[in-house]
Structure formats: C-alpha cells, structure tokens
C-alpha cells in the first residue's frame, strides 16, 4: 500500500507540473491536483466552476413529506403525488424531481417521464416494468445491461452492431416465430454502440419493431436530445444517463425514462414507485435542472476537442484504425449523418495488433490530463479499455481504448499526448508487422 501511495504521489506531482504549462481554461478543470487516495477518486469540485452553484438550489427535499390533513394524507397515497408536487413519502420524486422531469418530457416531446438513480436503474426499471421474456438487442450494447438482463434471466436475441433493415428483421422473424404474445418480446436500440460506435438502420428496425406491434426502447445517452430525438421517429420509450452531458459535470449520478404514449408512463411509474428506484437526491435534480440549459454548448465544444484529437491519433504509427462514426471513411458514416449530423466527447483507437499491452499501458499511464475512469460526458478528459464482447460481429484485431474529449483546451490535451507517445515512438512498427 504503501508502495501505491508514493507512485501516486509522484504522479499527482507530475500532473502539477504538467498544469503550470497549461492554459488558464484547463487549470480551473484540473487545479488543485488531489491525490486519488485521499479523495476517494472523486474529481476536485473547484474544477466546476460555476456550475458549482447550482449544487444548493431549491434543497426541498426529505424523507417525511408533510399534510395539513389525514384526508390530504390518504388521497396523496393513493395516488402516490403530493398536492404540492413530488411523491407522498421520501424522495423518489421530490419537487426538484418533478420539475427536471416535466423539462427532460418537454425537450423529448413526451408525454412525461421519470428519473432514477442512474442510468442503469432507468434500463432496469424500464426492463422490469414490462417483464418481457426476451429482448431484441444490438450486439455492441452497454455491458451492464448484458449484465442486469443474465440476473434477471432475460433471454438475449442479437442483431449485428450495424444492422441493416434486413439483418434485423431476419432476427426479428425467427424471435416471433419463439415469442408470439406481443408483451414477451421487447425491441432494444443503443446508438451509436458502446465502444465501437457501429450504427444501425435506425430506422429500419423501428418499422419492422411497428410491424410486428412490438414496444421499442432506445438508449439516447450517446446523443441526448440534442443530436437526436427518438420518440419523433417511432421509438415508444427512451432511457439516458444523465449522469453525461445534461449534467455534464459527473456529479449528477441519475438516468431518465421518457415516454411517448400515457400508459406506458404509467407502468413506468408504478414500477419506480414499488421499487424506490427513483431515489435521486434533491440537489442532484437541482443541478440538472439547471445545467441541461447548456447541454448544447458544452457538447459542442466535446465534439469539436475530440474532432482535432482524433486528427492526431490517425497521423500515429502505433494506431491501425479510430472508431467515430464522424470520420468519412467510417461504414457508419451516410447513417451518422442522416441520424445525427454532429458528433459528441467519444471515440475509439485501435492500436497496432503487435504492440503488446504492456506498451500501451504505459503510454496511457504518462497521460496527465486523461484520467483512467469509467463513464463519460463531464468536465475532464478520460481514457479506458474498450472490453467488447461479440457474438455476432467481428472486432478489428489490436488493443483498443476509448477516449473521452473534456472541456480542457485541446492545444493542452495535444501537448499531453505528444508527450506521452514518446515512449511508444522508438518503436519499429514496419518490424512487428
């Protein structure tokens, strides 16, 4: 442990050092360096500027909600509402709760929704509120969920990462042909794909989902609704993380389920309601609230950092491939722009299939500005491995990492990676071909 501490300690050192040379934009993010250990791996608060004070707005919320009345009492109970807003008992839906709700319904053209702890418990809840046997899913879909659906023993039915209309329907035929009630199959879409960002026939599958009478859920959180809105395209349910670019900052743990038709909102209700699901702390919603207001400015400077990163990255000798959608030469590329116009924070390199893992383990570990970290979408620039697992489409050969482009300035990010890929620069590429 003690050994830990002190690499630690030197490499807190060596990010300090890095920050003197750095822009004053890319200071207030980083500044002061807090050493992981002592903080819990917790981001330093200062670097959220102002958006820090949003953190103790409205602060309403607690576990006993209060009536002048039994009668007020009992029908808030029957119901689960509050005359006032929010629930009846604890905080599954605070006032706070309630209004970034209505905002998230209004911005998605819903008819309403619900938040949850996080972006997973909005899968989960969605998933559990309708209690299908089986889920049509794409093959690069967000593991946890892989997970969530092995524990509830959900069957998994994969289509291809990049699906065309065909590849779909033909999984689709073959799952009706096991499933015929409509209530035991559910259609899934996550687009673009976790760490590999393939993008199928959007729409294509939402025909063939409504042919066959079959709900569709789709996994916004890569777009937000900024970039793209499902429930005007036929999507019946959409699930974010809103722990990403609404709240922007990663201090904002919760996901929001929006849906189009009443009666599902409804289901979705009663299932968050029995299951205390939508336990999200009052300033959370407060922080949220405020922040989707600028969801579209900072998601636009994301993607325009990742752009110039990825112009880096394909110069390298040490990268065979990026994984972006937003790049010309991407498959995915006429979808992408049909569906979406305009990239965000994320994408993938493939480094050479001969580098062994330990060359690009140190490349990652002289990172200064790139913290290792799951999740995405906030302030800070982050870097992780890309642990695909496929069943039924094929991975490029070679290490793969996927980045996430914060709010620093991309000059200082460069600078940053220059510096870190001097280690993997000796090497003779042209020889371990």
């Not at 993380?241 to 743990?253: F, I, R």
Request: glycine content about 8%; proline content about 6%; hydrophobic content about 40%.
């Amino acid at each position: 442990m003690a050994d830990k501490i002190l690499e630690t300690s030197s490499k807190c050192e060596a990010r300090r050092a890095f920050l003197t040379f750095c822009s004053p934009k890319t200071r207030l993010l980083h500044d002061p360096v807090s050493d992981p250990y002592e903080v819990s791996g917790h981001p330093n608060p200062s670097g959220l500027g102002e958006a820090s004070s949003f953190s103790q707005k409205g602060s309403w919320g607690q576990s006993s909600v209060l009536f002048p009345l039994f009668e007020t009492y009992r029908a808030a109970d029957e119901c689960g509402r509050a005359p006032y807003g929010g629930a009846e008992y604890g905080i599954p839906l605070t006032p706070e709760a309630d209004a970034v709700c209505k905002k998230i319904a209004l911005l998605h053209k819903g008819q309403g929704a619900v938040i949850c702890s996080s972006g997973l418990a909005a899968i989960a809840t969605t998933v559990d509120a309708f209690s299908p046997k089986a889920v049509l899913i794409p093959d690069n879909v967000y593991g946890p969920m892989i997970r969530f659906l092995n524990r509830r023993r959900i069957r998994q039915i994969r289509y291809p990462a990049g699906a065309s209309a065909d590849e779909f329907r033909a999984v689709l035929v073959r799952a009706r042909s096991e499933y015929a009630k409509r209530e035991d199959l559910l259609v899934y879409i996550e687009a673009p794909g976790s760490g590999t960002f393939e993008i199928p026939d959007i729409d294509g599958i939402i025909a063939s989902a409504k042919e066959a009478e079959l709900r569709i859920v789709m996994d916004n959180t890569w777009a937000s609704h900024i970039r793209f809105q499902p429930l005007e395209r036929g999507v019946d349910i959409v699930v974010q993380a809103t722990t990403k670019y609404e709240g922007g900052y990663g201090d904002t743990p919760s996901g929001v389920v929006i849906a189009k038709h009443s009666q599902d909102l409804q289901i979705i209700a009663d299932e968050l309601r029995a299951t205390g699901n939508g336990a999200v702390a009052p300033t959370t919603c407060a922080r949220l609230y405020h922040r989707i207001d600028s969801t579209e400015e900072r998601l636009n400077q994301h993607a325009d950092t990742a752009g110039r990163l990825i112009e880096w990255f394909l110069k390298q000798p040490f990268v065979t491939a990026v994984l972006s959608p937003t790049l010309e030469t991407s498959p995915y590329y006429e979808r992408f722009q049909r569906y979406f116009g305009k990239g965000n924070s994320l994408f993938s390199v493939v480094f050479h299939p001969g580098l062994a893992a330990k060359n690009i383990e140190a490349f990652v570990d002289e990172l200064n500005l790139f913290w290792v970290a799951e999740s995405w979408g906030g302030h800070l620039s982050l870097v992780l491995p890309v642990h695909a697992k496929r069943e039924v489409t094929t991975l490029p050969k070679g290490y793969i990492l996927r980045f996430h482009a914060g709010l620093e300035d991309y000059q200082d990010l460069l600078r940053d990676l220059n510096e870190a890929a001097e280690c993997l620069q000796a090497i003779d590429y042209q020889r371990i071909s």
